[in-house]
């Protein structure tokens, strides 16, 4: 069982963050390290980069193993290296006040079993020799670095387990049954292999992009519109006063009111469909109040959703072309973007139809009569997230990306029946139809072992990532790092 938040693969990883502890101080420059802000905070505590911090520590621990490794320094790695070292620094932080909220204290008698090694003898027995010779305050450092390792261990133990063991049964960690065992020693020994025909939604032909259009013209109309947008209401209110009254043209207000959301330097509306404008407008009803204006009409003051504006007429609408190759890519776009659903209906009903097709004449033969690729897909397990403990779908396969975290795909794969063809399932921009074809049985894993590490790695793989995304974690390494120490080094 590994200790603490990092797997032994990561190890290696801060390894190479140990480094960057030398290199810091010349890449800040001439300045104190002490006068660094703070990288970040947990439940309040500010997370330090200064001499004797935990920050520091965790970094200088590895230096000497990340030398012997004989990496590579580059001004991205340097980056992970913080990173690295960050998060090592709030797990320990979150674990050791998960324990010391629990009301545990480490036993000082287990320090003191733990402090054997450093005053034994070359034949592994203690020296009293030793301990005399070790100053008080290197004894009392090691003692406390001991403590905060066996905090840590308690944490680490009691929720993901260990490998010690008593009477044969594991002595720490949650304990699991005859039937859990069973189920992950068995967990994807059962795959299903398919066929699978697959329909792009990015493939949506022209002829349907302009017959949309034309069925929804009027989200197409175009305006020739400027605008003035104010923060507050009440300048904006000042701003429609002086143009009613002819204080102050258009333009100039643009250039002396506006904070040109929503427009061009020059004040010109940049987004003028009508579906463009309704989005932008806060209240559906203002909407006519706008798109109704007469040419060189001014409107009074709309209510926008960042702020208050004031819309000019420069010309009068234009009615949609669909005959104009770039209409209907703006109808493409609009329905891309608004309507993916349209989308995903017209090639569910063709993907309907091909699988009533296949049902009569064979999934091979319906997908040459309309000359689509059957893809055979390799039997995988019913694996969600593609845990690494087993295999799972290949993702790879075009139509099948995202596919190993689609419930609805893969609730589906392993409802059907042999042979059974399935209703069309949506995963992202495709539409799938699939026919369960075979099925392959594996042997269940005999390396428990194994079994066990690679669960426990999954545990605290998920512990790690739920921690970083914790509410109590404020994390500015980026904008430390970038300032500091990017910026320092490009000097």
Same mark, same amino acid.
């Given at each position: ?348 009903? +063709? ?45 790879? +396969? ?94």
């Amino acid at each position: 069982m590994k200790k603490g938040f990092y797997t032994a693969g990561l190890i290696i990883v801060l390894a190479v963050s140990a480094f960057a502890f030398i290199l810091a101080p010349a890449m800040v420059g001439r300045g104190n390290r002490d006068t660094l802000p703070p990288f970040g905070s947990y439940d309040g505590k500010k997370i330090k980069y200064e001499q004797g911090s935990d920050f520091a520590d965790y970094v200088s621990k590895y230096a000497d193993l990340f030398q012997r490794q004989g990496r590579q320094l580059d001004p991205q790695s340097n980056y992970y290296i913080f990173n690295y070292a960050f998060n090592a620094v709030v797990q320990k932080m979150a674990y050791t006040q998960a324990v010391a909220e629990s009301g545990y204290a480490v036993p000082q008698s287990a320090v003191n079993r733990a402090m054997l090694p450093y005053f034994s003898d070359e034949n592994g027995k203690y020296s009293q020799r030793k301990y005399r010779e070790t100053s008080a305050s290197e004894i009392e450092r090691r003692q406390k670095e001991i403590r905060e390792e066996l905090t840590m261990r308690r944490y680490t133990d009691d929720v993901f387990g260990s490998s010690e063991q008593f009477a044969g049964m594991a002595l720490y960690g949650l304990k699991s049954s005859e039937n859990e065992i069973a189920f992950f020693e068995n967990f994807g020994t059962e795959k299903r292999g398919f066929d699978m025909v697959s329909f792009s939604t990015d493939d949506y032909p022209d002829n349907e992009k302009e017959a949309y259009g034309r069925a929804n013209a009027q989200k197409f109309i175009k305006y020739d519109m400027s605008i003035i947008t104010c923060g507050e209401k009440s300048k904006a209110e000042t701003v429609a006063k002086r143009l009613k009254n002819n204080e102050i043209t258009f333009a100039d207000a643009v250039n002396e009111y506006s904070t040109k959301n929503y427009s061009d330097a020059n004040g010109k509306l940049t987004n003028s469909y009508r579906y463009e404008i309704e989005r932008i407008i806060k209240n559906s009803d203002d909407v006519e109040k706008v798109v109704s204006l007469a040419k060189d009409a001014t409107s009074a003051v709309i209510e926008t959703n960042i702020g208050f504006s004031v819309f000019h007429a420069d010309g009068s609408a234009s009615d949609p072309d669909f005959t104009n190759e770039q209409t209907v890519k703006d109808v493409w776009s609009y329905l891309r973007s608004n309507e993916a659903g349209h989308i995903e209906d017209y090639y569910t009903d +063709i993907a309907k139809n091909f699988a009533a097709e296949a049902a009569s004449s064979g999934f091979e033969e319906a997908a040459k009569k309309i000359d689509a690729a059957n893809t055979a897909i390799a039997p995988f397990p019913l694996n969600y997230g593609s845990v690494s403990f087993a295999n799972s779908v290949d993702t790879s +396969i075009q139509g099948l990306s995202g596919a190993d975290t689609n419930k609805n795909f893969l609730q589906t794969a392993f409802s059907l029946k042999s042979n059974e063809i399935s209703s069309p399932i949506v995963n992202g921009k495709n539409v799938l139809v699939l026919q369960y074809t075979n099925e392959v049985k594996d042997e269940p894993s005999e390396n428990a072992a194994s079994l066990a590490g690679q669960i426990a790695s999954s545990d605290e793989s998920s512990a790690s990532s739920h921690l970083m995304a914790s509410p109590k974690l404020k994390n500015d390494l980026f904008t430390v790092y970038f300032n500091y120490f990017m910026n320092a080094s490009n000097n």
